[in-house]
Structures are given as structure tokens and as C-alpha cells.
């Protein structure tokens, strides 16, 4: 299994964002994904993760009401989609999947994920 994040870039606060993360490789539809995000001298942290199926998500408290997680089976690919962006999102961003038939979101920590793909730069000016 593959995956390849895109759609990072630099913007003012206040401004948008739309992550991607293609999955590629057999069986893909059955796993669950994750984003994770680092920012510099920091540890990576959970932002947001979806069911296999796309109807659960889950995001964190400091995220929630502006991001949102997607997932479109058909094309294999995960969006997180990024609001009202704030200095403090600034991170290299990270997808992760994980082979689960869970209905509901379960996994929330890294070591639960066993595909990661490379990251993208996030960088959002005050």
C-alpha cells in the first residue's frame, strides 16, 4: 500500500486548505485512514480519522468545526478539508492507513497505523 499526500502550501490565517491523500495497492478500500500533523519541535499529534466506509469520523478537540475528514472509495482517496486555518496549524501533515472493517473510528494513536505516506507542508501566517 501507497499513499501520497498533496495540497499543502503556504496562506494567511483565515484562509482554506484541501489535503489529498491517494491510496494505491490492493484492497485499499478496506482500510481506515488517518491524518496526523507535526509541527517544528514538536510531536505528532492525531487531527482527524475515518471509518473504512467513509461514515465515521473522528477529529481532534482542536480541530473540530474546522476541519472536516472525507473519504471517496471510488477513487481511493482521502481529503481532509481545512477552514479557517490559524497560525498554530502550521505542521507537516501526514496520512496513514490501516486495513479495518470497523463501522466506527477506533484508531486515534500512530502506532496504530501501519501505512504512511511522505507529508505536506502546511504553513499558515498570522
Known amino acids: 500500500v501507497q499513499l501520497q499526500a498533496s495540497g499543502g502550501g503556504q496562506v494567511q490565517a483565515g484562509a482554506s486548505l484541501r489535503l489529498s491523500c491517494v491510496v494505491s495497492g490492493r484492497g485499499t478500500r478496506s482500510y481506515a485512514m488517518g491524518w496526523f500533523r507535526q509541527a517544528p519541535g514538536k510531536e505528532r499529534e492525531f487531527v482527524a480519522a475515518?471509518?473504512?466506509?467513509?461514515?465515521?469520523?473522528h477529529h481532534a478537540d482542536s480541530v473540530k468545526g474546522r476541519f472536516t475528514c472525507s473519504k471517496d472509495n471510488a477513487e481511493n482517496v482521502v481529503y481532509l478539508q481545512m477552514n479557517n486555518l490559524k497560525p498554530e496549524d502550521t505542521a507537516v501533515y501526514y496520512c496513514a492507513a490501516i486495513e479495518d472493517y470497523s463501522e466506527y473510528v477506533t484508531r486515534l494513536e500512530e502506532y496504530e497505523y501501519d501505512y504512511w505516506g511522505q507529508g505536506t507542508l502546511v504553513t499558515v501566517s498570522s
Open positions: 475515518i471509518s473504512w466506509r467513509g461514515s465515521s469520523t
